[in-house]
C-alpha cells in the first residue's frame, strides 16, 4: 500500500512568488493534515480536512496560505505571496477516520526555500 | 505547547536497549500516549501508542506507569538505523482528532 506522497520534494522561489504543495494521502482516509517545520522551530500543526471540509484550521499562519481537497481526495496548500519566513519543510498526513483508528501517517515532506 | 516532557538528548550503544522517558502529568483520561520519530530528511514516522497498558508492536515497546504520568518508549535492540528525534504526544485517539503537539523531542544518538 502507498503511503502518503507530497510533491514537490524541495522547492525554491523568490519572494513574492507564488508555490502551490500538493499531498496524496494513504488511500480511503478521510482526515488529511498539514504541518510544517520552520528553520530552528518544532513542527507545528496548521489545518485537517475531513474529506473535503476543514475541521480546524486554527493553524493557518495567515491569508497568505490556502489550503484546498477538492473531492475530498488530495490536498493543495497554496502560499501567495510567499515571504522569507514560509522557508521550512512542510508535512502532510492522513488518517483513516473510524473509531480507534485515526493514527496519523506522514508523507516524506516539501522543503520550500524562499528567497 | 506541548503537554509532554522529554530529555532533549540521550546515546545508546548499537545492540543495547534504548529506554526513552517521557513525563505527561497533565493528561486527561481519553487522551493516549503516541510516539513518533523522525529521521534526518524525512518525515515523522509512527511508532506506538497506548492508552494504559502496555504495549509492544514490531518497532519498539511503550510502558505507561499506573498513574499515566509517564512512560517509556524502549527500542529493544537499537541499530544505526534508530538515530533520530523521537517525540511523545498526547492526544485524543478518536472524536475529531486535532493536529499532534509535537516538541522539541529528544534526539536519540546509537553510538557504534
Known amino acids: 500500500e502507498a503511503g502518503v506522497t507530497q510533491f514537490p520534494s524541495h522547492s525554491v522561489i523568490e519572494k513574492g512568488q507564488t508555490v502551490t504543495l500538493r499531498c496524496d494521502p494513504i488511500s480511503g482516509h478521510d482526515n488529511l493534515y498539514w504541518y510544517r517545520r520552520v528553520m530552528g522551530k518544532e513542527i507545528k500543526f496548521l489545518l485537517h480536512?475531513?474529506?473535503?471540509?476543514?475541521?480546524?484550521e486554527s493553524g493557518m499562519p495567515n491569508n497568505r496560505f490556502l489550503a484546498e481537497r477538492t473531492g475530498g481526495t488530495y490536498s493543495t496548500l497554496k502560499v501567495q505571496p510567499a515571504e522569507l519566513e514560509d522557508s521550512g519543510v512542510y508535512f502532510c498526513?492522513?488518517?483513516?477516520?473510524?473509531?480507534?483508528?485515526?493514527?496519523?501517517?506522514f508523507g516524506p515532506g516539501t522543503r520550500l526555500l524562499v528567497l | 505547547d506541548a503537554k509532554t516532557t522529554q530529555p532533549p538528548s540521550m546515546d545508546c550503544a548499537e545492540g543495547r536497549a534504548a529506554n526513552l522517558p517521557c513525563n505527561h502529568s497533565?493528561?486527561?483520561?481519553?487522551?493516549?500516549v503516541y510516539w513518533y520519530r523522525q529521521i534526518h530528511s524525512q518525515g515523522p514516522q509512527y511508532i506506538i501508542h497506548?492508552?494504559?497498558n502496555n504495549e509492544t508492536n514490531e518497532m519498539a515497546s511503550l510502558i505507561i506507569t499506573e498513574d499515566r504520568k509517564s512512560s517509556t518508549l524502549i527500542l529493544p535492540h537499537a541499530t544505526l538505523r534508530d538515530t533520530a528525534v523521537y517525540y511523545c504526544i498526547v492526544d485524543r485517539l478518536w472524536g475529531g482528532a486535532d493536529g499532534l503537539t509535537f516538541g522539541k523531542g529528544t534526539h536519540l544518538i546509537i553510538q557504534p
Open positions: 497533565t493528561i486527561s483520561g481519553n487522551e493516549y
Open positions: 497506548g492508552l494504559k
Open positions: 498526513a492522513s488518517s483513516y477516520r473510524g473509531r480507534n483508528q485515526e493514527t496519523q501517517y
Open positions: 480536512f475531513v474529506k473535503e471540509s476543514k475541521q480546524d
